[in-house]
Protein backbone atom coordinates (compact mmCIF):
# COMPACT_ATOMS: atom_id res chain seq x y z
CA UNK A 1 0.00 0.00 0.00
CA UNK A 2 0.90 3.26 -0.63
CA UNK A 3 1.64 6.10 1.69
CA UNK A 4 0.10 8.69 2.29
CA UNK A 5 1.38 12.16 2.15
CA UNK A 6 0.71 15.81 3.74
CA UNK A 7 1.57 18.96 1.33
CA UNK A 8 3.45 19.68 -1.78
CA UNK A 9 6.59 21.05 -2.71
CA UNK A 10 9.76 20.85 -1.36
CA UNK A 11 10.85 17.28 0.59
CA UNK A 12 11.12 19.52 3.53
CA UNK A 13 7.63 20.80 3.57
CA UNK A 14 5.71 17.51 3.21
CA UNK A 15 5.48 14.62 5.42
CA UNK A 16 4.56 10.78 5.09
CA UNK A 17 1.49 9.77 7.05
CA UNK A 18 1.61 7.09 9.24
CA UNK A 19 -0.39 3.97 9.35
CA UNK A 20 -1.16 0.74 11.34
CA UNK A 21 1.71 -1.27 11.65
CA UNK A 22 4.63 1.35 11.20
CA UNK A 23 7.26 1.11 13.91
CA UNK A 24 9.93 3.58 15.47
CA UNK A 25 12.73 4.90 13.19
CA UNK A 26 15.94 5.20 14.08
CA UNK A 27 15.37 9.05 14.21
CA UNK A 28 13.16 8.38 17.10
CA UNK A 29 15.72 6.54 19.02
CA UNK A 30 18.14 9.73 18.20
CA UNK A 31 15.84 12.15 19.24
CA UNK A 32 15.44 10.31 23.19
CA UNK A 33 19.46 10.03 23.53
CA UNK A 34 18.98 14.02 24.92
CA UNK A 35 16.14 12.99 26.87
CA UNK A 36 18.45 10.17 28.25
CA UNK A 37 21.17 12.97 29.24
CA UNK A 38 18.08 15.29 30.64
CA UNK A 39 17.16 12.40 32.95
CA UNK A 40 20.87 12.06 34.00
CA UNK A 41 20.96 15.86 34.69
CA UNK A 42 18.09 15.38 37.09
CA UNK A 43 19.91 12.91 39.11
CA UNK A 44 22.64 15.40 39.48
CA UNK A 45 20.19 17.71 40.56
CA UNK A 46 18.74 15.76 43.12
CA UNK A 47 21.73 14.61 44.52
CA UNK A 48 23.29 18.03 45.06
CA UNK A 49 20.33 19.58 46.38
CA UNK A 50 19.88 16.46 48.78
CA UNK A 51 16.80 17.51 50.12
CA UNK A 52 12.54 17.26 49.55
CA UNK A 53 12.67 20.79 47.79
CA UNK A 54 15.65 19.43 45.36
CA UNK A 55 13.78 16.05 44.41
CA UNK A 56 10.41 18.27 44.08
CA UNK A 57 12.64 20.69 41.41
CA UNK A 58 13.95 17.87 39.76
CA UNK A 59 10.28 16.32 39.56
CA UNK A 60 9.01 19.31 37.71
CA UNK A 61 11.33 19.51 35.19
CA UNK A 62 11.08 15.92 34.59
CA UNK A 63 7.41 16.58 34.11
CA UNK A 64 8.01 19.60 31.65
CA UNK A 65 10.47 17.17 29.75
CA UNK A 66 8.00 14.50 29.87
CA UNK A 67 5.32 16.42 28.27
CA UNK A 68 7.68 17.36 25.51
CA UNK A 69 8.45 14.16 24.88
CA UNK A 70 5.15 12.78 24.70
CA UNK A 71 4.22 15.88 22.27
CA UNK A 72 6.71 14.54 19.82
CA UNK A 73 5.65 10.87 20.60
CA UNK A 74 1.95 11.76 18.88
CA UNK A 75 3.45 13.64 16.33
CA UNK A 76 5.53 10.84 15.04
CA UNK A 77 2.24 8.73 15.44
CA UNK A 78 0.78 11.06 12.72
CA UNK A 79 3.63 11.21 10.54
CA UNK A 80 7.13 9.25 9.73
CA UNK A 81 9.38 10.99 11.97
CA UNK A 82 11.96 10.52 9.27
CA UNK A 83 10.54 11.91 6.66
CA UNK A 84 10.32 15.68 5.43
CA UNK A 85 8.82 18.47 7.62
CA UNK A 86 8.48 15.88 10.79
CA UNK A 87 12.22 15.13 10.58
CA UNK A 88 13.32 18.99 10.40
CA UNK A 89 10.52 19.64 13.98
CA UNK A 90 12.64 16.28 15.63
CA UNK A 91 15.63 17.33 15.03
CA UNK A 92 15.07 20.98 16.12
CA UNK A 93 13.08 19.37 19.26
CA UNK A 94 16.20 17.52 20.21
CA UNK A 95 19.21 19.74 20.06
CA UNK A 96 16.49 22.45 21.95
CA UNK A 97 15.93 19.44 24.32
CA UNK A 98 19.84 18.91 24.52
CA UNK A 99 20.32 22.33 25.25
CA UNK A 100 17.38 22.15 27.88
CA UNK A 101 19.33 18.98 29.69
CA UNK A 102 22.47 20.73 29.32
CA UNK A 103 20.97 23.83 31.34
CA UNK A 104 18.91 21.73 34.59
CA UNK A 105 22.05 22.12 36.79
CA UNK A 106 21.14 25.92 36.63
CA UNK A 107 16.77 25.46 35.99
CA UNK A 108 16.48 27.45 39.45
CA UNK A 109 19.83 28.47 40.53
CA UNK A 110 21.68 30.70 38.20
CA UNK A 111 25.80 30.13 38.38
CA UNK A 112 27.52 33.41 38.26
CA UNK A 113 28.76 34.47 34.42
CA UNK A 114 27.36 33.75 31.49
CA UNK A 115 23.41 33.87 30.22
CA UNK A 116 20.87 33.04 32.94
CA UNK A 117 20.42 29.75 33.04
CA UNK A 118 16.88 29.51 34.19
CA UNK A 119 15.50 31.59 30.99
CA UNK A 120 17.86 29.45 28.69
CA UNK A 121 16.43 26.13 29.61
CA UNK A 122 12.57 27.98 29.65
CA UNK A 123 13.66 29.36 25.88
CA UNK A 124 15.19 26.04 24.92
CA UNK A 125 11.81 24.17 26.38
CA UNK A 126 9.61 26.48 24.33
CA UNK A 127 11.67 26.55 21.17
CA UNK A 128 10.69 22.17 21.31
CA UNK A 129 7.48 23.07 22.06
CA UNK A 130 6.82 25.73 19.50
CA UNK A 131 8.26 23.99 16.90
CA UNK A 132 5.97 21.22 17.80
CA UNK A 133 3.04 22.64 17.85
CA UNK A 134 3.20 24.09 14.24
CA UNK A 135 4.21 20.85 12.77
CA UNK A 136 1.45 19.09 14.84
CA UNK A 137 -1.50 21.45 13.62
CA UNK A 138 -0.56 21.74 9.86
CA UNK A 139 -0.69 17.69 10.32
CA UNK A 140 -3.87 17.36 11.85
CA UNK A 141 -6.96 15.80 10.05
CA UNK A 142 -8.44 18.61 8.47
CA UNK A 143 -12.01 18.20 10.86
CA UNK A 144 -9.77 17.86 14.19
CA UNK A 145 -7.61 21.12 12.82
CA UNK A 146 -9.35 23.83 15.02
CA UNK A 147 -9.63 21.56 17.99
CA UNK A 148 -5.68 20.81 17.73
CA UNK A 149 -5.16 24.29 17.22
CA UNK A 150 -6.91 25.22 20.67
CA UNK A 151 -5.37 22.44 22.67
CA UNK A 152 -2.05 23.43 21.53
CA UNK A 153 -2.71 26.63 22.33
CA UNK A 154 -3.99 26.83 25.44
CA UNK A 155 -1.75 24.56 26.79
CA UNK A 156 1.51 25.81 25.37
CA UNK A 157 1.04 29.32 25.94
CA UNK A 158 -0.18 29.97 29.27
CA UNK A 159 2.18 27.33 30.51
CA UNK A 160 5.24 29.08 29.15
CA UNK A 161 4.31 32.36 29.89
CA UNK A 162 4.00 30.76 33.65
CA UNK A 163 7.66 29.27 33.42
CA UNK A 164 8.87 32.63 31.73
CA UNK A 165 7.63 35.14 34.91
CA UNK A 166 8.77 31.90 36.98
CA UNK A 167 12.56 32.41 35.78
CA UNK A 168 12.07 35.91 35.82
CA UNK A 169 10.98 36.24 39.63
CA UNK A 170 13.31 33.31 40.85
CA UNK A 171 13.24 32.25 43.98
CA UNK A 172 10.34 30.76 45.61
CA UNK A 173 7.89 31.93 42.49
CA UNK A 174 10.09 30.11 39.98
CA UNK A 175 8.97 26.56 41.32
CA UNK A 176 5.27 27.56 42.23
CA UNK A 177 4.79 28.86 38.55
CA UNK A 178 6.58 25.67 37.30
CA UNK A 179 4.11 23.45 38.88
CA UNK A 180 1.31 25.25 37.71
CA UNK A 181 2.86 25.06 34.01
CA UNK A 182 3.61 21.68 34.63
CA UNK A 183 -0.07 21.23 36.10
CA UNK A 184 -1.64 23.20 32.86
CA UNK A 185 -0.71 20.58 30.23
CA UNK A 186 -2.77 17.48 31.78
CA UNK A 187 -5.89 19.73 32.37
CA UNK A 188 -6.29 21.50 29.19
CA UNK A 189 -5.54 18.44 27.30
CA UNK A 190 -8.15 16.76 29.23
CA UNK A 191 -10.92 19.11 28.92
CA UNK A 192 -9.83 20.10 25.30
CA UNK A 193 -10.65 16.60 24.56
CA UNK A 194 -13.82 15.20 25.63
CA UNK A 195 -15.94 14.08 22.96
CA UNK A 196 -13.31 14.08 20.34
CA UNK A 197 -11.71 10.80 18.69
CA UNK A 198 -7.96 11.32 18.87
CA UNK A 199 -6.54 9.19 15.95
CA UNK A 200 -3.78 6.35 16.68
CA UNK A 201 -2.57 5.84 13.65
CA UNK A 202 -0.35 3.03 14.38
CA UNK A 203 -1.09 0.91 17.86
CA UNK A 204 2.35 -0.82 17.23
CA UNK A 205 4.17 2.15 17.05
CA UNK A 206 2.77 4.38 19.86
CA UNK A 207 2.99 1.23 22.52
CA UNK A 208 6.46 0.23 21.47
CA UNK A 209 7.17 4.55 21.64
CA UNK A 210 6.21 4.37 25.04
CA UNK A 211 8.19 0.96 25.94
CA UNK A 212 11.31 2.29 24.65
CA UNK A 213 11.40 5.34 27.14
CA UNK A 214 10.90 3.05 29.99
CA UNK A 215 13.84 1.21 28.74
CA UNK A 216 16.27 4.60 28.31
CA UNK A 217 15.61 5.64 31.77
CA UNK A 218 16.37 2.08 33.06
CA UNK A 219 19.45 2.58 30.95
CA UNK A 220 19.99 6.00 32.71
CA UNK A 221 19.64 4.36 36.24
CA UNK A 222 22.53 1.64 34.75
CA UNK A 223 24.73 4.52 34.33
CA UNK A 224 24.11 5.74 37.25
CA UNK A 225 25.41 2.07 38.73
CA UNK A 226 28.05 2.03 36.76
CA UNK A 227 29.27 5.74 37.24
CA UNK A 228 29.22 5.16 41.18
CA UNK A 229 31.00 1.97 41.10
CA UNK A 230 33.84 2.58 38.39
CA UNK A 231 35.35 5.52 40.56
CA UNK A 232 37.12 3.08 43.18
CA UNK A 233 39.33 -0.11 43.51
CA UNK A 234 37.19 -3.06 43.04
CA UNK A 235 36.39 -5.46 45.91
CA UNK A 236 33.62 -7.45 47.23
CA UNK A 237 31.08 -5.38 48.63
CA UNK A 238 31.27 -3.12 45.00
CA UNK A 239 30.95 -6.77 43.32
CA UNK A 240 27.73 -7.36 45.40
CA UNK A 241 26.38 -4.34 45.19
CA UNK A 242 26.66 -3.54 41.58
CA UNK A 243 24.67 -7.14 41.41
CA UNK A 244 22.38 -6.09 43.53
CA UNK A 245 21.31 -2.64 41.91
CA UNK A 246 21.07 -4.47 38.63
CA UNK A 247 18.89 -6.89 40.16
CA UNK A 248 16.41 -4.15 40.94
CA UNK A 249 16.57 -2.63 37.53
CA UNK A 250 16.25 -5.78 35.80
CA UNK A 251 13.20 -6.45 38.21
CA UNK A 252 11.59 -3.14 37.15
CA UNK A 253 11.99 -3.97 33.26
CA UNK A 254 10.52 -7.57 34.40
CA UNK A 255 7.80 -6.12 36.01
CA UNK A 256 6.61 -3.90 32.70
CA UNK A 257 7.62 -5.76 29.60
CA UNK A 258 7.01 -9.85 30.86
CA UNK A 259 3.56 -9.27 31.85
CA UNK A 260 2.08 -6.29 30.83
CA UNK A 261 3.63 -4.61 27.76
CA UNK A 262 2.20 -7.25 25.33
CA UNK A 263 -1.27 -6.86 27.10
CA UNK A 264 -1.50 -3.64 26.94
CA UNK A 265 -0.77 -3.23 23.21
CA UNK A 266 -3.33 -6.05 22.66
CA UNK A 267 -5.64 -4.41 24.86
CA UNK A 268 -5.17 -1.14 22.95
CA UNK A 269 -5.39 -2.43 19.55
CA UNK A 270 -8.74 -3.74 20.30
CA UNK A 271 -10.59 -0.78 21.84
CA UNK A 272 -12.21 0.70 19.24
CA UNK A 273 -10.76 3.33 16.87
CA UNK A 274 -13.16 6.42 17.87
CA UNK A 275 -11.89 5.58 21.88
CA UNK A 276 -8.53 4.43 21.48
CA UNK A 277 -7.22 7.71 21.62
CA UNK A 278 -8.75 8.60 24.72
CA UNK A 279 -7.76 5.52 25.99
CA UNK A 280 -4.39 5.66 24.90
CA UNK A 281 -3.82 9.29 26.57
CA UNK A 282 -4.86 8.25 29.80
CA UNK A 283 -2.72 4.75 29.73
CA UNK A 284 0.42 6.23 27.78
CA UNK A 285 0.90 10.06 28.47
CA UNK A 286 -0.46 10.50 32.07
CA UNK A 287 0.19 7.10 33.57
CA UNK A 288 4.06 6.46 31.85
CA UNK A 289 4.97 9.82 33.64
CA UNK A 290 4.89 7.63 37.17
CA UNK A 291 6.74 4.99 35.57
CA UNK A 292 9.64 7.41 33.99
CA UNK A 293 9.64 9.09 37.47
CA UNK A 294 9.63 6.43 39.68
CA UNK A 295 12.91 4.61 37.77
CA UNK A 296 14.50 8.19 38.23
CA UNK A 297 13.79 8.52 41.95
CA UNK A 298 15.05 4.78 42.40
CA UNK A 299 18.07 5.26 40.30
CA UNK A 300 18.90 8.33 42.61
CA UNK A 301 18.81 5.84 45.62
CA UNK A 302 21.04 3.31 43.93
CA UNK A 303 23.56 6.40 43.18
CA UNK A 304 23.20 6.68 46.92
CA UNK A 305 23.79 3.60 47.85
CA UNK A 306 26.64 2.47 45.61
CA UNK A 307 28.26 5.97 46.75
CA UNK A 308 28.31 4.40 50.46
CA UNK A 309 28.31 0.39 49.32
CA UNK A 310 31.52 -0.26 51.59
CA UNK A 311 30.30 1.81 54.49
CA UNK A 312 28.67 0.08 57.64
CA UNK A 313 26.93 3.16 58.53
CA UNK A 314 23.33 3.45 57.74
CA UNK A 315 22.07 4.57 54.43
CA UNK A 316 20.14 7.42 55.26
CA UNK A 317 16.65 8.76 54.97
CA UNK A 318 17.69 10.37 51.50
CA UNK A 319 18.79 7.27 49.69
CA UNK A 320 15.85 4.99 51.18
CA UNK A 321 13.38 7.56 50.61
CA UNK A 322 14.42 8.15 46.89
CA UNK A 323 15.19 3.69 46.66
CA UNK A 324 11.67 2.87 48.33
CA UNK A 325 9.97 5.51 46.97
CA UNK A 326 10.67 5.15 43.78
CA UNK A 327 9.89 1.83 43.10
CA UNK A 328 6.97 2.18 45.03
CA UNK A 329 6.05 4.91 42.20
CA UNK A 330 7.02 2.89 39.36
CA UNK A 331 5.15 -0.46 40.95
CA UNK A 332 1.80 2.13 41.46
CA UNK A 333 1.98 3.35 37.64
CA UNK A 334 2.77 -0.16 36.52
CA UNK A 335 -0.68 -0.93 38.54
CA UNK A 336 -2.75 2.07 37.97
CA UNK A 337 -1.50 1.47 33.61
CA UNK A 338 -3.14 -2.01 33.54
CA UNK A 339 -6.00 -1.12 35.96
CA UNK A 340 -6.91 1.57 32.55
CA UNK A 341 -6.62 -1.05 29.63
CA UNK A 342 -6.33 -4.44 31.26
CA UNK A 343 -9.36 -3.87 33.55
CA UNK A 344 -8.37 -4.68 37.07
CA UNK A 345 -6.26 -3.83 39.66
CA UNK A 346 -2.66 -5.51 40.77
CA UNK A 347 -3.43 -5.74 44.23
CA UNK A 348 -0.17 -7.44 45.10
CA UNK A 349 2.05 -4.41 42.93
CA UNK A 350 -0.38 -2.36 45.41
CA UNK A 351 0.35 -4.11 48.36
CA UNK A 352 4.41 -4.35 47.58
CA UNK A 353 4.49 -0.88 47.30
CA UNK A 354 2.45 0.31 50.56
CA UNK A 355 5.40 -1.61 51.94
CA UNK A 356 8.25 -0.11 50.20
CA UNK A 357 6.81 3.32 51.66
CA UNK A 358 6.03 2.00 55.33
CA UNK A 359 9.73 0.38 55.57
CA UNK A 360 11.22 3.02 54.31
CA UNK A 361 12.09 4.63 57.31
CA UNK A 362 13.63 1.01 58.23
CA UNK A 363 15.54 0.77 55.11
CA UNK A 364 17.37 4.62 55.90
CA UNK A 365 19.11 2.27 59.05
CA UNK A 366 20.07 -0.54 57.07
CA UNK A 367 24.03 -0.30 55.72
CA UNK A 368 23.79 0.49 52.12
CA UNK A 369 24.26 -3.48 50.77
CA UNK A 370 21.84 -4.92 53.12
CA UNK A 371 19.43 -1.49 51.66
CA UNK A 372 19.53 -2.63 48.39
CA UNK A 373 19.17 -6.83 49.40
CA UNK A 374 16.10 -5.86 51.58
CA UNK A 375 14.57 -4.00 48.24
CA UNK A 376 15.83 -6.82 46.32
CA UNK A 377 14.51 -9.47 48.64
CA UNK A 378 10.65 -7.45 48.73
CA UNK A 379 10.94 -7.57 44.70
CA UNK A 380 11.19 -11.23 44.83
CA UNK A 381 8.42 -11.48 46.71
CA UNK A 382 6.30 -9.85 44.41
CA UNK A 383 7.08 -11.73 41.38
CA UNK A 384 6.11 -15.54 43.50
CA UNK A 385 3.20 -13.62 44.29
CA UNK A 386 2.16 -12.43 41.06
CA UNK A 387 3.05 -15.98 40.21
CA UNK A 388 0.78 -18.07 42.71
CA UNK A 389 -1.76 -15.49 43.20
CA UNK A 390 -2.65 -13.69 40.11
CA UNK A 391 -3.61 -15.16 36.13
CA UNK A 392 -1.78 -14.06 33.72
CA UNK A 393 -3.01 -10.77 32.79
CA UNK A 394 -6.10 -10.94 30.03
CA UNK A 395 -7.20 -7.45 28.72
CA UNK A 396 -11.11 -7.12 29.72
CA UNK A 397 -12.19 -6.03 26.02
CA UNK A 398 -15.21 -5.77 27.31
CA UNK A 399 -14.71 -2.47 29.52
CA UNK A 400 -15.79 0.54 28.78
CA UNK A 401 -12.66 2.85 28.01
CA UNK A 402 -14.58 5.97 29.13
CA UNK A 403 -14.79 4.90 32.40
Same mark, same amino acid.
Not at 21 to 28: A, F, P, Q
Not at 216 to 235: D, F, N, V, Y
Not at 328 to 344: D, E, H, I, N, Q
Given at each position: ??????????????????????????????????????????????????????????? #? &?? /? !? @???? %????????? =? +????????????????????????????????????????????????????????????????????????????????????? #? &?? /? !? @???? %????????? =? +?????????????????????????????????????????????????????????????????????????????????????????????????????????????????????????????????????????????????????????????????????????????????????????????????????????????????????????????
Amino acid at each position: MKDRTFGSGGSLIRAVASREGHRVTTLELFFDLAFVFAFTQLSRLMAQQHDALGILQAM #V &VL /A !L @LWWA %WTAYGWLTN =V +AHADHGVVRVAMIIGMTAMFVAGLVVMEAYDDLPGGLSGPLVFVGAYLVARVAHAIVFVWLADPALRRRTLITVALSVVPSGALL #V &VG /A !L @LGGP %WQIWCSIAA =V +AIEPIVSYRTSIGIAWPVRSTAHFTERHGLIVILALGESILGIGAGAATEPISVGILSGVVLSMLICIALWWAYFTRLAGEAEHALQAIHASARGRAATGAYTYLHLLLVGGIVLAALGLEVAMAHIESTESLGFFGAASLAGGTACYLVGAAAFARRLLGTWNAVRLTIAAIFLVLAPVISMLPALSALASVVGLLIVLFIAERNLLPKPVANRSRSVEE
